[in-house]
């Protein structure tokens, strides 16, 4: 950091050195070294950092020297945190505008100086949706009813309400009654429960709570039943189930597709808050009725009047005029990531979104051709809650910023400087990775410190084609094929759509709304707090192609946390030509509990596929066919709704290979009845070995624990049975049951 002396003052900027008499000229490299390497043309302004306690000077500053004889720099707009734009007088190069920048840098008054270049919006691919239509009204009658449309339930405790549009066609004679039918499963089968009306809505009672089943309405006149409608699915409670016709349709797989969000285990807890305002920093907002009452006012912060296309600069209207920029037509880019957060839901209107009751807050920063540095820049800020210039303060300041921009390079200084002033207020920033399919790390505002980068996945598990990867990703989300709101218009605003775009930037408004959720029930959230549990939570689900895992805003909220790894695991072998590994644990001792267990068995300790394998709901399990003389390595992995766990600690060994003592077991003299002396030896170093457990059989199949001893060579095993035919075998130890090798069985004896 340079320091100002006291006695300097410099009205004029020469771009090389500032003359002030008793100085020496500093041939200072700023930040220009790292500059993004965006943006094509010409360049016609600045972004100057000053060192603290510096106001920028109102004075026109003139540049001297070198090849910018005659260029005035003249002050611009403050984007705030002690950062303006400077005006060139005319445009040059962006090499040229790096060096004038770091000429800049010789001025004691100066922090930082770069080039204020054009970031752009990710190219996404925008794909037209076959909308959801009303039958054709003119249909040709028929004997029996057509189905039932628009099949609308309300789950309550125990029970649902149906209601249902009656048929387009009723048949050749009245309709005289309906069946609205629950079953188990999508395809149908048993009927669980039903029940019938003749008006257009009935309630199935004798419903579990928190269960799921699928509801179909059929209607019937004198001809005759008609044909069943579509199954609609639904939930008893605690689930909420929107109506909006697109999740009924289950196109909105990004929420509640195998590899969605999970966002209907998340309304189990909350879906949202409105007091939590989710910045989107973007084209700017459109008029649509799903988006009707879920936003907070907002700010048109690009400042330069062509860029912006509505006639005039920075102002308090977001609305989008349209991005088109020569043969590129309007994206409504804003819109579309706007539906994906909040959507209204259960409106019986086109989508939902991922957290409908919270509010979107929209930042105008990107027009015809994209949008500038300082423009973004002062959005991070304001939105955040910071003061820009003169602006009027965010009366409702964002706890999260949605940012699906970006450009190639390294993340420059003003970004860091707002990122990090915006993480100070709370304010947690979310950043499209980029549609490259190179690595994040090379794109901006994705590689800036304090960010959660996205990456974009598909409806398989998969990441897509496009993403752009590597370490700089923090977790992926749904990218492909995502249906929200938009607009028709061509260049100016037309009529409100849907329609479905793919990209990275589709992916990062659901891990917005994700943490909007978490912030709604845990207010309290810094933004390093929201980013090591997002990463954690990448860490421990299943990943997409071995890279990140897929945001799970259920286990993020608590409704089904990852069990802990199982503990105390141990195996025993049976059998003599086919082996059989009985594989025993503990459960983890805190955290969520475990629903499902997988005990494997590899070749070799580092893993691989396994080569046997056994699940069970309980802590034991069966290992089959397994080699005799051979050796394996065995470990548990515990998992539930959320996921499964890290696998239990250092692979347990067990080994196939025979006798590892010899136990004699002998009777015991002057005892009294119900005892046998077990005693053993060879074939063990004993001082290798931690403990002996005896076990005895009547089967061989069955075998139960006796006494356990840290020394080997004899022990009384009682509470037998008197007259009972015993087998017995050693288990032998080693730290603490990772290391276990099991003894021949002895010959029958009788206990006493």
């Given amino acids: 950091m340079k320091r100002l002396r006291a006695s300097v003052a410099c009205g004029v900027f020469f771009l090389g050195i500032c003359v002030v008499p008793g100085t020496t000229v500093r041939a200072t490299v700023g930040p220009l070294e790292t500059v993004l390497e965006r943006g094509s043309g010409l360049v016609s302004q600045l972004i100057v950092s000053y060192e603290p306690n510096v106001a920028p000077t109102e004075s026109p500053m003139t540049a001297t020297g070198s090849s910018f004889i005659g260029q005035h720099l003249t002050p611009g707009l403050d984007i705030g945190l002690g950062m303006t734009t400077v005006l060139l007088d005319r445009a040059v190069s962006v090499s040229d505008a790096r060096e004038m920048a770091v000429r800049l840098t010789a001025d004691p008054r100066i922090e930082w100086a770069e080039p204020d270049l054009q970031m752009s919006v990710p190219t996404d691919v925008t794909r037209p949706l076959t909308p959801i239509v009303s039958q054709n009204t003119m249909a040709t009658l028929q004997s029996v009813p057509s189905s039932p449309t628009n099949i609308r339930v309300q789950p309550s405790s125990g029970k649902v309400q149906v209601q249902w549009t009656k048929p387009i066609n009723r048949g050749t004679s009245a309709i005289t009654s309906y069946t609205a039918r629950a079953y188990s499963s999508p395809s149908g089968g048993s009927t669980v429960a039903s029940c019938t009306s003749t008006k257009n809505s009935c309630s199935i009672t004798g419903l579990s709570d928190g269960s799921t089943y699928w509801i179909s309405v059929v209607a019937k006149n004198s001809g005759g039943t008609g044909s069943t409608s579509s199954p609609r699915i639904s939930s008893t409670p605690p689930f909420f189930n929107p109506n909006d016709p697109y999740y009924v349709d289950t196109q909105l797989w990004g929420l509640n597709g195998t590899y969605g969000v999970q966002a209907q285990k998340a309304w189990l807890v909350t879906r949202g808050n409105q007091e939590i305002v ?400 077990v005693s053993w030896g060879g074939g063990l170093n004993n001082s290798l070995m931690d403990s002996y457990l005896i076990q005895y059989s009547t089967d061989l199949l069955s075998w139960k624990n006796g006494p356990e001893v840290t020394t080997g060579g004899y022990k009384r095993v009682s509470g037998l049975e008197s007259g009972v035919n015993y087998r017995f075998r050693v288990v032998a130890k080693k730290d603490s049951g990772r290391f276990v090798k099991i003894s021949r069985e002895s010959t029958q004896i009788k206990a006493s």
């Fill in 278 to 677: 989710v910045a989107v920093l973007d084209t700017g907002s459109t008029v649509h009725s799903d988006l009707e009452g879920q936003t907070v006012p907002g700010y048109d912060m690009i400042s330069d009047i062509d860029r912006a296309g509505d006639g005039d600069g920075r102002d308090s209207d977001p609305s989008d005029a349209g991005d088109f920029f020569g043969d590129k037509l309007s994206s409504w880019h804003g819109t579309h990531l706007a539906g994906i957060i909040n959507a209204r839901g259960n409106n019986s209107r086109g989508v939902i979104g991922i957290a409908p009751n919270v509010k979107v807050q929209h930042v105008r920063v990107l027009g015809r051709d994209g949008g500038s540095d300082s423009d973004i820049v002062a959005a991070i800020t304001w939105a955040s809650g910071g003061l820009v210039g003169s602006l009027p303060l965010n009366p409702t300041p964002a706890r999260v910023i949605n940012l699906s921009l970006g450009g190639e390079g390294v993340c420059p200084q003003q970004y860091q400087t707002a990122i990090n002033q915006a993480n100070s207020r709370g304010t947690v920033i979310v950043v499209a990775a980029g549609n490259s399919s190179v690595p994040a790390s090379t794109f901006a505002p994705a590689n800036c410190d304090g960010v959660i980068t996205v990456a974009a996945s598909n409806r398989y598990g998969q990441k897509t084609s496009f993403t752009n990867d590597g370490p700089a990703v923090d977790i992926a989300a749904p990218g492909e094929d995502i249906v929200s709101t938009m607009n028709d218009g061509d260049t100016g605003v037309g009529l409100p759509t849907y329609d479905l775009k793919t990209g990275t930037s589709m992916a990062a408004p659901y891990v917005a709304g994700v943490v909007a959720l978490m912030l709604s029930i845990e207010s309290s959230l810094t933004p390093a707090d929201i980013e090591a549990r997002i990463k954690n939570q990448s860490n421990q689900t299943f990943l997409v192609q071995g890279d990140w895992g897929i945001i799970n805003a259920a286990l993020l909220l608590g409704v089904s946390k990852i069990p802990q790894p199982a503990t105390d695991v141990a195996a025993l072998i049976t059998g003599t030509t086919t082996k059989t590994g009985t594989v025993s644990w503990s459960a983890a001792t805190s955290g969520s509990m475990a629903t499902a267990n997988i005990a494997r068995a590899y070749l070799t300790a580092s893993g691989g596929s396994p080569v046997s394998w056994c699940s069970t709901a309980t802590l034991t399990c069966n290992l089959s066919n397994l080699v005799k003389g051979a050796t394996y390595y065995v470990d548990v992995i515990s998992g539930n709704t959320g996921g499964f766990s890290a696998p239990s600690g250092p692979r347990l060994s067990i080994n196939t290979k025979g006798p590892v003592a010899n136990v004699v077991p002998t009777l015991a003299v002057g005892a009294k009845k119900g005892t046998i002396n």
